[in-house]
């Protein structure tokens, strides 16, 4: 490829890398907030006003990563768009036909292959959404009853959260060992 498709090549690596990294922080994060979750359920007596600031501060990072995400995965679309209609518009340059089959087969190859990528990474962020919200309404209710009456009533939220979680972490490690797989094959 030319030296402008080679930088986009080298940028679109980055930009999945990028986003392989956001979304490692995002379900580290997640994790995170789950952890300070339970505590805050498993809490017998003391300060319960501490306890929601930890909780809603765990929730607006997550928040942030799941931000962050987004914002990584739309980056990598824009630049494989880019990547991927240049590379098919300087198909007709080529005078040796089979270097012009050659480099289709290795776009065809190349496009699959990110297909893939973006088809999990898009899976992994679809699943964020309404794990966010289950988690916003757990802390927004907590914000408004900080009472163990109330921390008793959203005990059995606990184990729903934690399934979400869980699959929302799968689908992120999913994305990620595919991101993995991407990367290497776009500098081997």
């Not at 490692?24 to 600031?53: C, D, I, P």
Request: proline share 1%.
């Amino acid at each position: 490829m030319e030296k402008l498709g080679y930088h986009k090549r080298e940028l679109l690596v980055s930009r999945v890398e990028d986003a392989r990294k956001s979304q490692e922080e995002a379900k580290e994060q997640f994790r995170s907030a789950l952890e300070t979750f339970s505590e805050v359920l498993n809490f017998h007596g003391g300060e319960l006003q501490k306890k929601y600031e930890k909780l809603n501060a765990e929730y607006e990072r997550c928040e942030s990563k799941a931000q962050a995400v987004r914002d990584r995965i739309d980056a990598v679309e824009t630049v494989a768009e880019a990547l991927f209609d240049e590379w098919k518009s300087e198909l007709d340059q080529y005078s040796d036909d089979s270097l012009r089959r050659a480099s289709k087969i290795k776009l065809e190859e190349t496009r699959s292959r990110y297909t893939q990528l973006i088809k999990a990474m898009k899976r992994a962020e679809r699943r964020m959404d309404p794990v966010l919200s289950a988690f916003h309404d757990q802390v927004l209710f907590l914000k408004h009853n900080l009472n163990a009456q109330a921390i008793a009533s959203i005990r059995d939220e606990l184990i729903s959260v934690e399934t979400d979680i869980d699959s929302l972490i799968k689908e992120m490690e999913t994305s990620i060992r595919e991101a993995d797989a991407f990367i290497k094959e776009m500098e081997g």
